[in-house]
Nanobody, 130 residues
Framework: YQLVESGGGLVQPGESLKLSCTAS????????VAWFRQAPGKDREGILC????????SYVTSEKDRFSASRDNAKNTVYLQIDSLKPDDTGAYYC????????????????????????WGRGTQVTVSS
């Protein structure tokens, strides 16, 4: 029962990245999946949550334009696309899986109540620097 994030690295401002969150030992299709970011010296903060159906994504309002998520059930993977990267995007990126969410919607408190998640990955580091 494991979530593994990948795809991070060192990128220049303005570039894009696509992070992956792959599950092993369980079927990610049955879970809403949220992405979080933790900048150095700061608390972990929510970015977005994609529903089990993949049809709805809930965002932290300030991040909606540059972040998007998608699912590939055949690969048991959820992706986070980040465009127009900024130095402030630097940090560790984590995914988390929520089995309690309804099919079409993430749990309303997905970004605040971290205890709702059944599992977390160990994170992938993104560094944005010129």
């Amino acid at each position: 029962y494991q979530l593994v994030e990948s795809g991070g690295g060192l990128v220049q401002p303005g570039e894009s990245l696509k992070l992956s969150c792959t599950a092993s030992g369980f079927t990610l299709e049955y879970y809403a999946v949220a992405w979080f970011r933790q900048a150095p010296g700061k608390d972990r903060e929510g970015i977005l949550c994609i529903s089990r159906s993949g049809e709805n994504t809930s965002y932290v309002t300030s991040e909606k334009d540059r972040f998007s998520a998608s699912r590939d059930n055949a690969k048991n993977t959820v992706y986070l696309q980040i465009d127009s990267l900024k130095p402030d995007d630097t940090g560790a990126y984590y995914c988390a899986a929520d089995r309690s969410a309804l099919y079409y919607w993430c749990t309303a408190s997905w970004s605040e109540q971290h205890y709702i998640y059944d599992g977390w990955g160990r994170g992938t580091q993104v560094t944005v620097s010129s």
